[in-house]
Structure formats: structure tokens, C-alpha cells
T-cell receptor, first 116, second 113 residues
């Protein structure tokens, strides 16, 4: 069975702290994604990666960075957390490589981050 | 740019009622269309998809037809169950080289016995 695992379900951090959200997939997927989910706004894409060490900005990358050193792991980094980054963060992966699309994303259970 | 609009929720239905959740989209080119579902405490999972005009996607009793002329992809189920209580997201894929998916705001459904 396919599996996307996010390291923390719930985090509470203080303003200005550096925050790491980790995501691991065991399906040998090429693409990985970070979304944030907010009520009334749905899911908004922060960053995605289509290969190891490759990354692309999504629709709302400001205040975030990412790292993909290994194919199975994609990390989201908040360099200096702010209260407006309080949200649910969802990691996803999909199989296809460059030039292919399926739209079939596999999601983790989410990490709910509260910044005080 | 491309976007997805869904009917406002929350939607509350009695068990065995008929369900329709409206979805319309704006897109250039010919996107594929999707419905994802998020059960309480879980991540999203793909419910059904349609890749071209007039295609019908179906799964678990849910159906949606890709209507290019009305740019719509409404979700329907003839008889809902309590276990269908979840948030439903309509989505489309952008015509890029990668699996970039754009989601609607989601519609919360509660089914009461």
C-alpha cells in the first residue's frame, strides 16, 4: 500500500523559530509537493520537486524553503516562523517524471502547525 | 490563471438522500478533472477523475461528468451514507510538465442518520 508519512501531526512553535516539516514516501515517486490548507481557501501549493535536488516555487513560496536530498524525502523549512504561517501543511507525492502528468497525488495525514 | 470554484458548504443531508456538489472551472487548454475526498483526521485521497470532455468518472457510488460546454464537473451520489461525511475537493491539473494540481476550496458534507 502506498504511504506518505509526515513526521509530526501537531507542532506548536514560537514566532521567529526555525521549523522543519519532514515528509517521506515509500513509493519511489518522482514528484513531491508541499501544500498548506486553510479554511475557505482550499489547498495552496507552496513548493514542489520533480527530482532529487530540484525544486520549483508554487503559488505561495514566500517565507518557506524546501530541501530534497534524497528521492524519498522532502522537507519544508520555515526559516523564521510567523503567526500567519499557522496552518495545516500537507505533503503529497506522485509517480510521473518530467513531461508526464496523472494528477493522482498521494497525501500524508498532515501536520498542524500553530505559531504563537 | 486556472481556477476551480465549488459550492459553499457545509452541506448537511440525511442518510439515503441524493447528493450534488457543484464544481466549475476556468482553464486554458484541456485539463484533467478530479474529485478528492478528505475524511476526518486524514489526508486527501483521489475519489475519481476524468481526462477529457464527456468522460464520466465513478467510484464508491459517486459520479461526475466532464462537461466542457459548461466548464463543470459536478459530483453526485444517489444515496449517501454516514460514512460519506468528509470534505470534498474539486481539482484540475495545470498543463505543465509536472503534476501541478489546483484545488477548489472544498465542500464539507455531513450525513446524519
Amino acid at each position: 500500500d502506498v504511504k506518505v508519512t509526515q513526521s509530526s501531526r501537531y507542532l506548536v512553535k514560537r514566532t521567529g523559530e526555525k521549523v522543519f516539516l519532514e515528509c517521506v514516501q515509500d513509493m519511489d515517486h518522482e514528484n513531491m509537493f508541499w501544500y498548506r490548507q486553510d479554511p475557505g481557501l482550499g489547498l495552496r501549493l507552496i513548493y514542489f520537486s520533480y527530482d532529487v535536488k530540484m525544486k520549483e516555487k508554487g503559488d505561495i513560496p514566500e517565507g518557506y524553503s524546501v530541501s530534497r536530498e534524497k528521492k524519498e524525502r522532502f522537507s519544508l523549512i520555515l526559516e523564521s516562523a510567523s503567526t500567519n504561517q499557522t496552518s495545516m501543511y500537507l505533503c503529497a507525492s506522485s509517480l510521473p517524471g518530467t513531461g508526464k502528468r496523472t494528477g493522482e497525488l498521494f497525501f500524508g495525514e498532515g501536520s498542524r502547525l500553530t505559531v504563537l | 490563471g486556472n481556477s476551480v470554484t465549488q459550492m459553499e458548504g457545509p452541506v448537511t443531508l440525511s442518510e439515503e438522500a441524493f447528493l450534488t456538489i457543484n464544481c466549475t472551472y476556468t482553464a486554458t487548454g484541456y485539463p484533467s478533472l478530479f474529485w478528492y475526498v478528505q475524511y476526518p483526521g486524514e489526508g486527501l485521497q483521489l475519489l475519481l477523475k476524468a481526462t477529457k470532455a464527456d468522460d464520466k468518472g465513478s467510484n464508491k457510488g459517486f459520479e461526475a461528468t466532464y462537461r466542457k460546454e459548461t466548464t463543470s464537473f459536478h459530483l453526485e451520489k444517489g444515496s449517501v451514507q454516514v460514512s460519506d461525511s468528509a470534505v470534498y475537493f474539486c481539482a484540475l491539473d495545470e498543463p505543465t510538465s509536472y503534476d501541478k494540481v489546483i484545488f477548489g476550496p472544498g465542500t464539507s458534507l455531513s450525513v446524519i442518520p
